[in-house]
């Protein structure tokens, strides 16, 4: 074909891409098929073929598609496209060479990338909701259930299991909307573009994008089979997401181990030791999820760095390298969605270990200073002296937050003041109790249970909105689809009713 004289491939060549590559184009059958019926009608449409060669060509795809890819003679020397129009060509011998009037595999490439990437997107995008819906119902029930809130992995001050976990919804609500960005710039149509200048038939883009379900068309043809940035986008998009998982999931780990045993997972999630016949490791599968962040990270890299080792054109790494690493990624992240969901719904929280771990270090202390600056004028400074002083000396002494009172506060006062503070014992104690502490945290966003509560219902409230734009959207790409069969259809019809 072209200025080649044979079409037989160098062996090493058949053997370490070609096969690989056609294995992976497999997939891209159904999509390749979409473009090809959506350009067909468009050129009838446009008077480029007559009725006639379009319901050849049409049929020709409707007996492939039913066929499927068994219906191909695939072999690896060459691509999807030729064997796909070689097909159509010995159905349609004198209609089949017109298909790809107007048209290149550098477009089709193009056009085929788009519809694969929104596509694997599209679960992606709904099971992230799906967790972010598992997360609040299980926020839903924990909103009172107290829990030491950690900075450096050390205890800070108190807050309940509901805040926590509506902080890492809220995560996963701006990843839901990289991913929907993602989505947005990779669903425009490039078909049209030809090799990249175009073509001088009156190629009508905007209506195969309508025909393909895109919001719009990616306008400069040079750009339409150069770019690739939305593909680094969406798995960026992804590693983003992973890793604010796998964040949760450190967490989640550290809560689970005898030491802290603030959560268990059942049987189901757990795994046993081969040789010790006590272990049980609740957290064993949540370092899966670990790998597969660390796996997507490791995509996107080799997405970015195949994207960057290009020119501003189409090649061979930027229409199919660059998918190998970025679908992968996609299967990952579907992986970590799913099994992420399992263990927020199935997760055992041991409400009374929680509430134990934060009683037992003074996390109130930051209360008390605040008593001190708002019952006793002190500056904050000079309130935050105090109390650490005090801490420093009851730990000193081995006492636990329930056996530090008043007095010994203001003998601390004395000393670094020159003057009793004269708190009461009450005081102390209601800053120091975990729960009471927790509802003195009332402000914006903050872990008192009505405040949770509110931030539950406005979530939940976006989430269903989300949900329903989301199945719209799947509706919408549906009515495309069937509009495109419709059209297919009446197409051949029509010619069939001529007597053609």
Not at 264 to 279: F, L
Request: hydrophobic share 45%; net charge neutral; charged share 25%.
């Amino acid at each position: 074909m072209g200025r080649i004289n044979s079409e037989a491939k160098a062996p090493e060549l058949v053997e370490h891409v070609m096969r690989s590559f056609l294995q992976d184009m497999g997939d891209y059958f159904h999509v390749h098929l979409s473009i090809h019926k959506a350009h067909t009608v468009m050129l009838v449409e446009q008077a480029l073929v007559t009725a006639d060669e379009g319901a050849q060509i049409l049929r020709a795809l409707r007996e492939l598609e039913d066929g499927g890819k068994k219906g191909l003679q695939l072999h690896p020397d060459t691509d999807l496209y030729m064997q796909m129009e070689a097909f159509i060509r010995s159905r349609a011998p004198e209609a089949g060479g017109k298909m790809h009037m107007g048209r290149s595999r550098n477009d089709l490439y193009a056009c085929g990338a788009r519809i694969m990437t929104r596509n694997k997107l599209l679960p992606v995008c709904a099971d992230a909701i799906g967790l972010q819906r598992a997360v609040l119902e299980k926020a839903r029930e924990h909103v009172q259930t107290v829990m030491p809130g950690y900075t450096h992995l050390q205890h800070a001050e108190p807050v309940t299991l509901g805040h926590f976990l509506v902080a890492f919804h809220d995560v996963l609500e701006r990843d839901v909307r990289r991913v929907q960005a993602a989505f947005c710039s990779a669903n425009q149509n490039a078909l049209g573009a030809s090799a990249l200048a175009g073509s001088s038939f009156t190629l009508d883009r905007v209506r195969t994008a309508e025909l393909l379900g895109f919001d719009g068309v990616v306008e400069n043809s040079y750009d339409a089979v150069a770019a690739r940035d939305y593909l680094v986008e969406a798995v960026a998009a992804l590693a983003v997401m992973a890793s604010s998982i796998t964040r949760v999931v450190d967490s989640l780990i550290i809560w689970s181990t005898s030491e802290f045993g603030m959560i268990d997972m059942p049987d189901s999630y757990g795994y046993t030791s081969s040789i010790m016949p006590q272990k049980r490791n609740p957290g064993y599968f949540l370092e899966s999820v670990r790998s597969k962040s660390a796996r997507i990270t490791g995509e996107l890299t080799s997405a970015m760095c195949t994207l960057k080792g290009t020119t501003f054109a189409q090649s061979r790494d930027t229409s199919f390298e660059i998918t190998i690493p970025a679908f992968r990624a996609f299967a990952e992240a579907v992986a970590i969605l799913n099994v992420m969901k399992g263990v927020v719904t199935r997760m055992i929280v041991n409400r009374d270990a929680m509430q134990a771990n934060c009683a037992s270090e003074f996390s109130g202390a930051t209360e008390i200073a605040n008593l001190l600056v708002k019952e006793r004028g002190l500056d904050f400074r000079s309130a935050y002296l105090v109390v650490a002083n005090t801490v420093r000396i009851a730990s000193e002494q081995g006492m636990r937050p329930k056996d530090v009172r008043a007095s010994l506060m203001d003998e601390v006062a004395v000393s670094s003041c020159g003057q009793a503070v004269h708190l009461t014992d009450a005081q102390v104690r209601m800053a120091l109790d975990p729960a009471r502490n927790v509802e003195l945290k009332r402000t914006l966003g903050g872990p008192a249970a009505m405040e949770v509560r509110r931030m539950i219902d406005v979530r939940f409230a976006r989430l269903e909105k989300k949900e329903q734009e989301h199945l719209a959207l799947i509706d919408r790409l549906d009515a495309a689809a069937s509009e495109l069969d419709r059209t297919m259809t009446a197409s051949i019809e029509g010619a069939r009713a001529l007597g053609v």
